[in-house]
């Protein structure tokens, strides 16, 4: 399967902890995305590498989360101190930006529960 | 402030006949849009698109309708099927841009 992949799947924290999530995109794709998503809402923007390059935060990202993308390969994001208001899906997405349209190509999610 | 809008948040169709499902936005600068499907428990996965230069698109069963005047797309399926059961999400997003703004979805329901 050569699609973007998400590890973990689902992930249980209690409130204070820090997780993190890791995300390996479309192995040709040079951007990489970060998405949140809540029950009864469509995916929200939160931010995104174009190779190893962070171009984008939405404010919606609290200095809580940190997003890395090292080699311009896999990413990861951190939530410290998470807040049961941290609870969602987050979805990664992957493209490759060739100066036009672009479609992005999701991963599976990872689900977080903050008790 | 809501840029893509979902106003139907379900939709129930009887097996072979047509869904329609609609999208309507408010930024003008859009020029991308998409449509995607969830089912329960995975990612959106990518169904359809059209650019602003064109009013139709079409692939299979699938058609996607822009009205830029009147700020609203349309997904068109045709003949619904019950595998077609799924949230559907339309997405836009501006030329040079990166983000997509995302609607809240309309769940689906093709009725055997």
């Known amino acids: 399967d050569t699609g973007v992949s998400q590890d973990p799947r689902h992930k249980i924290t209690k409130r204070g902890q820090n997780v993190t999530f890791r995300c390996d995109p479309i192995s040709e794709h040079n951007r990489l995305y970060w998405y949140r998503q809540t029950l009864g809402q469509g995916p929200e923007f939160l931010t995104y590498?174009?190779?190893?390059?962070?171009?984008?935060k939405s404010r919606l990202l609290s200095d809580r989360f940190s997003a890395e993308r090292p080699k311009g390969s896999f990413s990861t994001l951190e939530i410290q101190r998470t807040e049961q208001g941290d609870s969602a899906m987050y979805l990664c997405?992957?493209?490759?930006?060739?100066?036009?349209?672009?479609?992005?190509?999701f991963g599976p999610g990872t689900r977080l529960l903050v008790l | 402030d809501q840029q893509v809008k979902q106003n139907s948040p379900s939709l129930s169709v009887q097996e072979g006949r047509i869904s329609i499902l609609n999208c309507d936005y408010t930024?003008?600068?859009?020029?991308?849009f998409l449509w995607y499907k969830k089912y329960p428990a995975e990612g959106p996965t990518f169904l359809i698109s059209?650019?602003?230069?064109?009013d139709k698109n079409e692939d299979g069963r699938f058609t996607v309708f822009l009205n830029k005047s009147a700020k609203h797309l349309s997904l068109h399926i045709v003949p619904s099927q019950p595998g077609d059961s799924a949230v559907y999400f339309c997405a836009a997003s501006a030329y040079g841009g990166n983000q997509f703004y995302f609607g809240t979805g309309t769940s689906l329901t093709v009725i055997p």
């Open positions: 059209i650019s602003s230069i064109k």
């Open positions: 997405a992957s493209s490759l930006w060739q100066g036009i349209e672009e479609t992005q190509y």
């Open positions: 930024n003008s600068m859009f020029d991308y």
């Open positions: 590498f174009q190779n190893e390059a962070q171009l984008e």
